[in-house]
């Protein structure tokens, strides 16, 4: 008979290796008795196919925020030897370092004037929306360098301040990027749409400092004090990082059958991690999560000049608290049965969260353990957290990366008028400006999975210890 | 009603009917156009010439389905009218037509980021042909 699903702790379950034929490793994943209502049969059997690839260390492991994808689950993290694991574009998703940063500002909330004309001059500043392109398109050289230096490209450009990269993960531009491996196609469609935030659930947020849980984190982070205000900024690597996933898929799938690498799920193409299919995904994969830093950063710079005209502050008191990715693989050392191994660690829907001491977070966090920030919805808290040693242990490093969504699209537009969510919003002190009123039905908190009970469970597991709760004021949404 | 929309909370999730793979396949294509941009008009206003080459009959809609989305995110081409011929299932050529995309005019849409193979299915019922596919939004 086949393994079922087993309760290991008061959070952690597990599918055994004999859930499904063909599995290498068990399935880990972490839910309280309240989300577990939610869990969709066909994000488990993602995850479980997870498990059948080759090279995977320890588990197949899911977030809290575990929900049904393509290829991974969303909320999925897997870790592959880079000697005998693979790497694989369905671990990664679409929208390559899609990701979220956090801005302080010198501002308080109750004394915020002009609220609604701030959302207005955010909306008008920053592309939003299906179609939206840039006013600051790349040129062909341009592109080219942000494809290798990702932010710091932004940064010399006169899109922020140095401070900026020591806040990003990885500086905000990881090595072994190779633009070689970037088709013209994807070239294409990135060019018009550097400086834009997209559509779906990208969104940039005017928020406030409700809460500081972790005062010691906090300050060392950077975060306002209570009552403070800050800026949210969600979106990824837009149209260039959608083609570079289409066209390795492609040139993947071959190699799978090259290999003789056997896949319950087509969108799971792999190859070898040292493998030249595997080398090249990786490198495109790289450049495109540098031109998403390089987006976000041009963003900030937009946002940032909103608000010097408007309330006077100086461009540099909006200093950037940090940026994670969470649609990233990346190769890390990790200790496997007490040694360091170099692996190939995929989060797709997760979110690195490197505990104190580990390298490669801003020297100030170093005692405390790398920020994570974790959005919530239109109507609902963003939390920032910081990783922990326990992390390391557990999850490679790896946290939630959201709420996660608990009804669809068009049930949403069904259930829902867009201008009643806008207005009801708006009677809770919430602004939201959006180019339809679709977009805001298909957005409304209530299609979200509470935010605060998923970063309860990351929380109450170890897996990152809640610094500070952040509530929205004013939303763009894309 | 050309498709359905079928339960994915994340995504979108659509079922296509039709007679004949090559309807199937300009239905598939319509309805694409429908998530992204609604309210698209075959004015002929412009027109391409598509064709792709895949291993399988899912890898050819996979990648024309990719195709058109290319066309609308780097040349802002809306195309919802496609005449398609398949030659057996490794070849497909195309013609398509559409308009230019307006913010104005095909407003309320998705934004999609890929076409996905998971759950990506074609199949017969009865003398109807049936595909199911995720768009990641």
């Known amino acids: 008979m086949a393994g079922e699903v087993t309760r290991i702790g008061e959070y952690e379950w597990e599918l055994p290796v004999d859930y499904r034929p063909g599995m290498r490793v068990p399935a880990r994943f972490f839910l309280s008795e309240f989300l577990r209502k939610d869990l969709e049969s066909g994000a488990l059997e993602q995850l479980a196919n997870v498990a059948t690839l080759p090279g995977i260390v320890r588990y197949s492991l899911a977030m809290p925020d575990i929900h049904w994808g393509y290829g991974f689950p969303i909320g999925g993290v897997a870790a592959f030897a880079v000697d005998g694991g693979i790497i694989s574009p369905g671990g990664v998703g679409f929208d390559i370092n899609c990701g979220v940063r956090l801005l302080a500002t010198p501002l308080r909330a109750a004394d915020l004037s002009g609220r609604r004309e701030l959302v207005e001059r955010l909306f008008q500043a920053v592309p939003t929306g299906v179609g939206a392109r840039s006013d600051r398109r790349l040129s062909g050289k341009d592109l080219e360098e ?6 710091a490209w932004a940064v010399e450009h006169g899109y922020g301040v140095p401070r900026d990269l020591e806040r990003c993960e990885e500086g905000g531009a990881m090595a072994g990027a190779d633009p070689s491996a970037v088709s013209p196609k994807a070239r294409q469609r990135g060019l018009p749409q550097s400086g834009t935030l997209g559509s ?6 005017i928020q406030e400092v409700k809460e500081i849980y972790d005062p010691v984190a906090a300050a060392a982070m950077g975060v306002p004090p209570q009552g403070g205000v800050c800026v949210m900024i969600h979106c990824g690597s837009r149209g260039l990082g959608h083609q570079v996933c289409t066209d390795h898929l492609k040139t993947l799938e071959a190699a799978t059958r090259r290999y003789g690498i056997s896949l319950p799920d087509r969108q799971l193409a792999c190859a070898p991690v040292n493998s030249p299919e595997g080398k090249a995904y990786y490198g495109a994969m790289a450049a495109s999560a540098n031109y ?22 100086g461009y540099d008191e909006m200093p950037l608290v940090y940026d994670v990715a969470h649609n990233v693989a990346k190769r890390e050392d990790h200790l496997v049965n007490g040694k360091p191994v170099p692996l190939c660690v995929h989060r797709k829907g997760a979110t690195r969260a490197f505990g104190p001491g580990s390298p490669g977070i801003p020297k100030e966090c170093a005692a405390v353990g790398q920020p994570v920030i974790i959005p919530g919805s239109m109507g609902t808290p963003s939390f920032l957290l910081r990783g922990t040693a326990f992390a390391m242990e557990k999850t490679f490093g790896s946290t939630c990366h959201g709420a996660g969504r608990v009804t669809s699209r068009t049930q949403a537009k069904k259930n829902m008028r867009g201008q009643d969510v806008r207005d009801r919003l708006a009677k809770a002190g919430i602004l939201v400006r959006a180019p339809s009123y679709e977009s805001i039905a298909e957005e409304a908190p209530e299609v979200y999975k509470p935010s605060l009970e998923v970063v309860r469970v990351v929380d109450a597991v170890g897996l990152s210890k809640l610094v500070a709760r952040l509530e929205p004021m004013g939303v763009i949404k894309g | 009603m050309p498709f359905t929309t079928l339960p994915h909370t994340a995504d979108v999730r659509i079922r296509v009917t039709a007679f004949g793979l090559p309807s199937l396949f300009a239905e598939a294509a319509r309805a694409m156009a429908a998530i992204m941009a609604p309210g698209c008009v075959p004015a002929h206003v412009v027109t391409r010439e598509v064709t792709v080459e895949a291993e399988d009959l899912e890898g050819l809609l996979h990648d024309f389905l990719s195709e058109l989305l290319y066309l609308f995110d780097a040349e802002e081409l809306l195309l919802c009218d496609c005449r398609v011929v398949l030659e057996g299932t490794r070849s497909l050529s195309a013609t398509c037509r559409g308009e230019m995309f307006s913010r104005e005019k095909h407003r309320g849409g998705n934004e999609i980021k890929g076409v996905s193979y998971s759950g990506l299915r074609i199949y017969k019922e009865g003398e109807d042909d049936v595909l199911e596919i995720i768009f990641d939004v």
Do not use: C, P, S
């Open chain 1, 200 to 205: 779906g659930n990208h969104f940039l947020e």
């Open chain 1, 292 to 313: 998403a830093w390089a987006n976000r950063q041009m963003i900030t710079d937009m946002t940032r000049k909103v608000f010097v005209k408007m309330y006077g502050i």
């Open chain 1, 146 to 151: 942000v494809m290798v230096r990702g932010a």
